[in-house]
């Protein structure tokens, strides 16, 4: 049993849930958690960049919905034995990302905690928003950046090696200048946080359709989670513009499957519980 799944569908009668982001009237709200020792550990990661990935994250469910992130609400549990110098850095990691994407940190909650733990609200102006149902039968599936690095460098991790500071582990690139150029012609979004055959059984729940791959995509691609590249949907007579539009803005793109009514299994293991 998918527990994340399961406890998810206990709220199934609410009509915001779903999405990178509930849609209340002009405004896309989201929320993610960023904990010490469950998405990092302290020794991986720089406070300054603990924060700026918690944000980040944040930030790129705005962007998949067509939403431009403007305020920003932080729940932080940290250390009593943190010193003033940590919680500068802390503190401006936040702050300078959310500088970065023309966000306003307009509050939050601080409580003291055995370890540090974050939680980011993203409130956003989405006048069109863009959600994960919309795909229909024929429509082509693509998917920006190079997937598998950041399964690689959390393996490396966890056996005690080093990664560079630019690994998407530590540091996700987003697309948002592609995105928001290419929104007009995409039809169903969402970002690739637990990987790429996670997100397609989500993609294959709101819209009841299948895939058909073009070519097979390994494991070490398809499983790897915390890419926060992005996942989407389009009609295949848009494909040149498309790809016109990721050129332009030095976007990778790879236009991977097609979708079809058919079964879909993930085939990668819960990573959530």
Not at 23 to 48: P, T
Not at 129 to 156: N, V
Not at 175 to 197: H, N, P, T, Y
Not at 209 to 225: A, E
């Amino acid at each position: 049993m998918n527990k994340e799944d399961y406890f998810i569908g206990c709220f199934s009668k609410s009509p915001f849930i779903g999405d990178d982001a509930a849609v209340l009237g002009d405004i896309c709200i989201s929320q993610d958690a960023f904990f010490e020792n469950v998405h990092y550990k302290r020794e991986w990661m720089s406070l300054y960049q603990i924060a700026q990935k918690a944000m980040l994250v944040n930030i790129s469910d705005a962007i998949v919905m067509n939403a431009r992130p403007r305020y920003a609400l932080l729940t932080v549990a940290i250390p009593r034995h943190y010193s003033r110098a940590e919680l500068k850095e802390l503190a401006d990691g936040f702050q300078e990302t959310a500088d970065a994407y023309g966000i306003t940190i307009i509050g939050g909650d601080t409580i003291a905690n055995v370890k540090l733990d974050i939680s980011v609200t993203i409130l956003a102006d989405c006048k069109k928003p863009i959600l994960r149902s919309g795909m229909q039968e024929g429509d082509l599936l693509a998917y920006t950046g190079r997937l598998g690095t950041s399964m690689r460098d959390l393996k490396r991790l966890l056996r005690g090696h080093r990664i560079s500071p630019k690994s998407r582990f530590i540091h996700p690139v987003l697309r948002e200048d592609f995105f928001f150029e290419a929104a007009s012609f995409i039809k169903s979004a969402m970002d690739i946080s637990d990987g790429l055959f996670h997100d397609l059984e989500k993609l294959h729940r709101a819209n009841r359709l299948g895939f058909d791959f073009f070519t097979p995509i390994p494991k070490r691609v398809g499983c790897s989670g915390e890419e926060f590249e992005i996942l989407f949907a389009f009609d295949p007579r848009n494909l040149s513009v498309i790809e016109n539009i990721a050129k332009k803005n030095r976007t990778p793109l790879t236009v991977f499957a097609r979708a079809v009514r058919k079964p879909y299994k993930n085939p990668c293991p819960p990573n959530h519980f």
